[in-house]
DNA sequence: GCATGTCAAGTTGTG
DNA sequence: CACAACTTGACATGC
């Protein structure tokens, strides 16, 4: 036990920044000399399966060695939450060069990694989140789009399991013309997922279709939260305020007794002029709402300048 | 070395 | 009607 003044004095804890707010950084750093690797279809369909299986097992491999190194970073300057890039094992679910993990050849000594990556996050409580690209949708009406959604979110789902990671973020998807046809499809397809993604999946609002007052209904229905994104909300209105969404975003994660996980990033191009959705390097702090200050939340940093971003905010917040 | 074009995938809105 | 934008970068290629 460190006495008060004592814990105020010490290494990485002196500022005030809300104590209860854990703040995210999001798939990639920018100083720091952690890098993921990746590749193509394109690129591995020149050789043969063995030659391919060999490189995505490097590749795979250097990623969890990444995302183990990543998560000492962030462990040591105080940031309580990561989001895993998509491709953390490149073209795992792709029809011509997708592949099981026990395809690799180092498979054991990813199995072996991906555990201690789980380990780690436990021992040090970490969030760690996917959030699938704009590919992956469960509303479309051409069903080999909601098949390859769904092969993709069982595989993030699988790694969200290996590694330990809590949730599964996505999107409502097009409109289609009929924002309600498209959320009963969203509905049944749901419904086609193992409990190892149902578990985990969350809905966000966009910058563009649905927002916080369309995704409410569905996420109560299917009994799983909402991620509050504020920018996406500040973009693409609903007409509730920040507070209100605020506290229906709280209730859904009050209602499955999990910590709640909002989006916070700052326009490229400022509020005014051009298009505000581009994300800024920074967090301007008059962007952080007044109204999550004494919640007890997790809030995902999307800015460009990653890790200097979110060392940054704490930093504003300090004394 | 460095600049450039390309990379699995869907959808919407702009010009 | 084509194309950029979306969480964006990483990589192979060619100069």
New binding site residues.
Partial sequence: MVSGMAGMMSGTSDNNFPAAIRLGLCC?FKNEPI?????????LRQFPRDVQRAQLSTICQHNCLSLLAGLRFVQHYGIGAFRVL??FFP????PDVGYTITDLPEHQKILHTLSQIKQYQDRHDIRLSFHP?????LS???PQ?VA?SIN?LEYQGLLAEYIGAETITMHG????DDKESALLRFTNNFHRLSPRVTSRLTLEND???YTVHDLIPICTRLNIPLVYDVHHHRCNPDGLSVEVATELALRSWDRVGREPYFHLSSPKNGWQEGRP???ADYIDPADFPECWKNLRITVDI?A?AKELAVLALKKTFTV
């Fill in positions: 990639i890098r993921f690797r990746s590749t193509t279809a394109k690129y998509s491709p073209r795992y679910t792709h690209d704009q590919f992956i949708i479309s009406p051409q789009v390859n993709e998807g097009g409109k289609y910058d563009r279709v959705e581009p994300h999307e460009k």
